[in-house]
């Protein structure tokens, strides 16, 4: 059972770097637009107890043939008003479906071919830091 899994887990690996991988794309030349940032923030927000106290790190952007895809920390506090500690996350899709896995969840399908995205040596990621474009913003109103 245990050969199978791992059979199984390398496909999956393999997989997730045809997917994801950014070799032969070149850069978009204006980025992702704002219904992307918006369409993150609201993907992460799903994910979290408490959005608007989110902080983020070390948030890298790459593409590949799909879109755009995320890779970065988040540190937010919990139900009990309490920071839990910085969290790695991905998030990918375009503005009208997005997904946003942290590395707390199941480690299996979508967790280990984004945690696999955002460590391989050939991911080719846009320059900047982008922690500031998922900060929280107060509806306008």
Known sequence: MLKSNARGLAMLIAAGHCIFSTSALAAHPKGPDSAFWRSARESIDHKLTDYTTARFSDVKLAQNDEGYFLCGEVNAKDADGNFG??????????????TTVLAT????????????????????????????????????R
């Open 105 to 140: 969840e199941d480690t299996t399908g979508p967790a280990i071919v984004l945690k696999g995205a955002c460590a391989w040596p050939d991911t080719k990621f846009l320059p900047g830091e982008y922690s500031s474009k998922l900060t929280f913003r107060p509806a306008a």
């Open 85 to 98: 500690g910085w969290i790695k996350f991905s998030t990918f899709g375009d503005a009208s479906k997005m």
